[in-house]
C-alpha cells in the first residue's frame, strides 16, 4: 500500500496510475502553466496577490514605482511562481516515471527517494 500520494496528487493520478498516465499527465500540467501557452492568464494576477501575501513585497513601497517598475516587478513575480510550478510538476515526474524511484516513494516518500 502507498503511504506517500503526494507526487500523484501533483500531477493529479491515482497510485496505480501507468508510465503512460503518468506521461501525459506531466506533460498536461506543463502546459498548463507554460507562459507561452496562456497569454492573458489571470491566474498571473492570483499568482501575484499570493506572492504578495506571504511577505516578498512588505518592504516595497509600490507606490512610489514608475508604472514600468511596477510592470517589471509583476512579471518578475510571476515568472517565479511559473518556475516555481515546473520544478516541482518536473520533480514529480521524475520519480513516478522512474520506476525504481517510483517504489521508493510509495514506501518512504520524499525522503526515500535517492536523488
Known amino acids: 500500500m502507498v503511504k506517500h500520494t503526494e507526487y500523484y496528487d501533483i500531477l493529479g493520478v491515482s497510485v496505480d496510475a501507468s508510465s503512460a498516465e503518468i506521461k501525459k499527465a506531466y506533460y498536461f500540467k506543463a502546459k498548463s502553466v507554460h507562459p507561452d501557452k496562456n497569454p492573458g492568464d489571470a491566474k498571473a494576477a492570483h499568482n501575484f496577490q499570493e506572492l504578495a501575501k506571504t511577505g516578498v513585497l512588505m518592504?516595497?513601497?509600490l507606490t512610489?514605482?514608475?508604472p514600468e517598475g511596477a510592470y517589471c516587478l509583476f512579471l518578475t513575480l510571476?515568472?517565479?511562481?511559473i518556475a516555481f510550478d515546473v520544478k516541482v510538476l518536473g520533480e514529480a515526474y521524475q520519480v513516478?516515471?522512474?520506476?525504481v524511484k517510483r517504489k521508493e516513494f510509495d514506501k518512504h516518500g520524499k525522503e526515500g527517494v535517492t536523488k
Request: aromatic share 0%; glycine share 0%.
Open 78 to 81: 510571476v515568472l517565479i511562481q
Open 96 to 99: 513516478l516515471s522512474d520506476p
Open 59 to 61: 518592504e516595497t513601497d
Open 64 to 66: 512610489r514605482l514608475s
